[in-house]
């Protein structure tokens, strides 16, 4: 499981908050306005555009009130239908990147920029002689071959969570029985959100309210790539020599020198304190909350995300949170509150109850496991229930909270957006969804009459980027149907051969969750950017509804979690597609292959690592490079909430991980009425309860001592920056951000498998003081429990 992350893209832009300086070209009929460069491409001179917005200003700077603004004025809504996706570059590099985004974490960004650095190889470097050489570069490389690429390369980095869920059951439940069937539930749970969300593209996907915020930077470094050649000459030499630099450095702190992964000044002072290590220290997992220690290694710093990227808002709210989540978690474990001192500071391990246990003794939950894998009530009563760290309980209160808080915070301060997003859901859309006609998916072509162009033309709800494409054949809804059917049917034989215990209604059941989630999430996340992780609201509905099946837990959860995830993200790239007018049919091919593509590897790779480095994920800290977390995390969720009755229900020992969904709702209350009662003060409209909640159970897990440099780093970037130099932000933010990434992610990719184990043998560098092998790298005090 990722560390749980909000990205609130929506607020990039604020209210209160005028960007300044940013050009924008507008789309008034076929011309174009002031401060544009050769065909309408982004203006990066030294004049900055000047802007007269509709009240008359006329003050230098761009007003861009709204998300709305920056899709019609940013992105160019014209078309060039000459511009063809289908070749063989776009297969080529796509599948290629594919390969790399489905092994390792990638940003978007970095994909987009080397499949236009390898797509403007080829244009150059492959002769165009003969049927063959035009076939193997038919001339320059365009955007829409770009786009293709970084689509098919996206479906394919989507982490698949039933990885976790086949390791899981590999490592704590004596294996699964058939890799074949272990394989098509990694393939059907990636496809059936997909399906899903493609048949509800009318809803979530066409309308001009579904905005998805996020695929903006992608969209304008596209049409800054390829619109504007000459200008990005010194721009991408910036990035290539900001790439080598990062490539060769990540070797220093990943292998060489591990120190600096986490740098602590109080550790190095006092190596003898285990409260100075759970306070200070976070080179290692599950070591401690990392306060002040600084890292040089941007692999972690940027490990879920570039600091770069995140909006100033959710920053701050994101700041706020982790700083209260060293403050809650130090007053729990020493408070002593669920026993906390009797375990790890840090830890996603079950423990045993028994009040005359071993210290650090790990549950053994072999002890209350039926044959078929389902917990036996009696084997429980006789051996306990377990207990959980109490950091880790800290996490599942303020992660709940958040989830309710969330839909209070979005009625009370986004209701006209929210009320906009749901208006499809009327008697007209329920109408047509009961009439037996409509059923026939089969026999759409995709072809549409003059009348209906003409209609979709005329919608003022309709994006006018996709009034653009009406021209172009829609990908029929035959074709997500069968991807949707195809892999139900697929996961419903797998997970009786993979001896899931998840019944056959409950699959049906989780599907019903799956249509919830994306209709609301979906809507919400398209107009707002804010992505929730609702991975524990699954598991507490698996929980009441499949008892003492924590194997149930696991399935339930990455066919309604991981599924609605790869739904939006399918949506996502859809209107990214949309912006730069792919063909829709083109769209669906790229996605699916990388869909499947990713799938398959994402399968090969977690075996690899289970296969080699099984003692190291079975270890409650793990090591630098390899820990088990993620997967230890998902199997204690399983077995707690498979028990909870008798651990989680009003008077059972974790009460408050239930009574947190009802402190959720009220929490945001407070901070709505103070705005309404002191309108003046910002404060009180900038905070989002929702993150903050989130973010107070953020330090639960992995390597924490890159948190604080990241905020200093965003803090940079989006403030600084953003506020008092704006054309330099403009033109190397994110270019640099990618630049960081893609060096980093490189060597990382590289040292996995030549040094580190994951091609089966490691080759650990020779102790030294930068590189402590006996304890914790950065010095704090070691437990040898946590190893």
């Not at 790399?100 to 499949?115: D, E, H, N, P, R």
């Not at 490389?141 to 098919?152: R, S």
């Not at 079950?350 to 650090?360: E, G, I, P, R, V």
Request: charged share 10%.
């Amino acid at each position: 499981m990722e560390r749980p992350t909000f990205t609130h893209e929506g607020d990039d832009v604020l209210p209160d908050e005028k960007v300044a300086a940013t050009p924008v070209r507008t789309n008034s009929g076929s011309k174009e306005k002031e401060g544009l460069g050769e065909k309408g491409a982004l203006d990066y001179s030294n004049e900055l555009p000047h802007y007269h917005d509709e009240e008359g200003r006329d003050d230098g700077q761009i007003h861009l009130d709204t998300a709305e603004d920056l899709v019609t004025q940013i992105i160019h809504v014209d078309d060039d239908p000459t511009l063809n996706p289908w070749t063989f570059r776009t297969f080529f590099i796509g599948l290629g990147l594919s390969c790399f985004g489905s092994i390792i974490y990638v940003s978007i960004m970095f994909l987009t920029l080397i499949a236009y650095a390898a797509g403007e190889l080829m244009a150059y470097g492959i002769p165009r002689w003969g049927l063959i050489g035009r076939f193997l570069n038919p001339g320059p490389f365009n955007m829409k071959e770009h786009a293709a690429i970084v689509i098919m390369a996206s479906a394919a980095s989507v982490s698949a969570t039933s990885t976790l869920a086949i390791a899981a059951q590999r490592m704590y439940y004596g294996g699964y029985p058939n890799k074949g069937a272990a394989i098509f539930v990694t393939i059907s749970s990636q496809l059936v959100g997909y399906g899903l969300a493609g048949m509800m593209r009318g809803t979530l996907l066409w309308p001009t309210k579904m905005l998805y915020p996020a695929n903006l930077p992608i969209t304008t470094v596209l049409e800054t790539l390829h619109k504007d050649r000459a200008g990005n000459q010194k721009r991408m030499k910036v990035f290539w020599i900001i790439f080598a630099c990062l490539f060769f450095w990540t070797i220093v702190p990943e292998y060489i020198f591990p120190l600096l992964i986490g740098v602590s000044i109080f550790c190095l002072a006092d190596q003898h304190s285990l409260v100075f290590t759970n306070l200070f220290g976070g080179a290692m997992g599950n070591e401690g909350t990392g306060l002040l220690s600084i890292c040089l290694d941007w692999n972690y710093i940027a490990g879920f995300g570039s600091p770069l990227w995140l909006p100033l808002q959710t920053l701050t709210n994101s700041l706020i949170g982790t700083i209260g989540c060293v403050i809650i978690y130090m007053g729990i474990y020493y408070h002593n509150t669920w026993r906390a001192m009797d375990f790890p500071f840090l830890s996603q391990q079950l423990y045993n109850s028994d009040s005359n246990f071993t210290f650090y003794d790990i549950y053994n939950q072999t002890l209350i496991l039926n044959p078929d894998q389902t917990i036996n009530d009696t084997l429980v009563d006789t051996n306990g229930i377990p207990w959980l760290a109490g950091t880790y309980v800290v996490s599942l209160i303020t992660n709940n909270a958040g989830f309710t808080a969330n839909f209070v915070h979005m009625f009370l301060w986004n209701y006209l957006d929210i009320k906009a997003g749901w208006s499809f859901f009327n008697l007209a859309t329920l109408k047509s969804a009961l009439t037996p006609s409509n059923y026939f998916f089969w026999k759409d072509t995709g072809k549409r009459t003059e009348e209906e162009k003409e209609a979709l033309k005329d919608n003022p709800d309709i994006d006018p980027h996709y009034k653009a494409m009406v021209s172009y054949d829609e990908a029929p809804d035959s074709w997500y149907f069968y991807a949707f059917a195809a892999s139900f049917i697929c996961a419903m034989v797998s997970l009786y051969v993979l001896n899931s215990t998840l019944p056959w209604w409950g699959l049906i059941f989780a599907m019903i969750v799956l249509w919830i989630y994306m209709l609301f999430f979906g809507a919400q996340y398209a107009i707002t950017g804010f992505q929730f992780n609702l991975q524990s609201v699954s598991q507490t509905m698996a929980g009441y509804c499949f008892p003492r099946a924590p194997l149930a837990n696991m399935y339930f959860v990455i066919y309604t979690f991981n599924a609605v995830q790869q739904g939006q993200y399918l949506l996502r790239d859809l209107k990214l597609a949309q912006q730069v007018k792919l063909s829709p049919k083109a769209t669906f091919t790229t996605q699916m292959l990388g869909c499947i593509f990713g799938a398959i590897l994402n399968f090969i790779m977690m075996e690899s690592i289970v296969t080699n480095q099984l003692p190291t994920l079975l270890s409650i800290e793990g090591t630098s490079i390899w820990s088990g977390v993620n997967i230890q995390s998902l199997n204690s969720a399983a077995i707690t909430w498979a028990m909870a009755p008798k651990l989680f229900s009003i008077g059972a020992r974790y009460q408050w991980v239930s009574i947190s969904y009802f402190i959720g709702f009220l929490v945001p209350l407070p901070f709505y009425f103070m705005n309404k009662f002191f309108p003046q003060q910002k404060i009180w409209s900038y905070l989002n309860l929702s993150i903050i909640l989130w973010y107070f159970g953020y330090l639960v897990v992995g390597i924490n001592s890159s948190v604080w440099i990241y905020f200093v780093i965003g803090y940079f970037g989006q403030f600084y920056l953003r506020k008092y130099r704006p054309q330099q932000f403009i033109k190397w933010n994110y270019l640099v951000s990618a630049a960081l990434d893609g060096g980093t992610q490189v060597m990382v990719f590289i040292l996995s498998f030549a040094v580190a184990g994951a091609s089966g043998v490691d080759h650990p560098f020779p102790a030294w003081w930068g590189n402590y092998v006996n304890g914790n790298v950065d010095y704090c005090m070691y437990n040898p429990a946590n190893g």
